[in-house]
């Protein structure tokens, strides 16, 4: 039939055991996967305290923003010093402390409105300038 050769490698090729992944590779993959995983997890955590951060700062803005606003509205001249006043935004309450300065022009003040949340961690601060006119 054919040359005994052949059926040699024919018949070797046949009791081949199929191979698989051994019990270490499978554990190595396995600690790849849960690295990557846990960096994953990780990042989304991240993304997650940072956009609330963000929601947090944008909302202290607001408040700034509107307290300066309605100053300049009045178009009342304040008079140096502190105060301080409440906001509510989206549901969380943020304290704000204003410091009116003079400047070397006498018809400028200075107005720095500073944000703090409920638990009293500086946000931000937004400065302006109001004139006497």
Known sequence: MGHPDRR???????????RGFTLVEVL???AILAVTLG???KAAGALVL?????????????????????????R????????????EQLGQ??????????????????VDVQMFNEDGLGLLTLSTVVSRL
Not at 52 to 73: I, P, S
Not at 76 to 87: D, I, L, R, T, Y
């Open 50 to 74: 940072n956009a609330q951060r963000q929601t947090q700062l944008t909302a202290a803005q607001w408040c700034a923003d509107n307290h300066l606003t309605e100053l300049k509205l009045t």
């Open 28 to 30: 190595v993959a396995l």
């Open 93 to 110: 309450r943020y304290r704000g402390q204003v410091r009116t300065q003079n400047t070397p022009n006498p018809n400028f003040r200075r």
């Open 8 to 18: 040699l490698i024919r018949q070797d090729s046949r009791h081949v055991a199929p």
């Open 76 to 87: 009342a001249f304040p008079g140096a010093g502190q105060s301080e006043f409440m906001c």
């Open 39 to 41: 960096a994953g997890v």
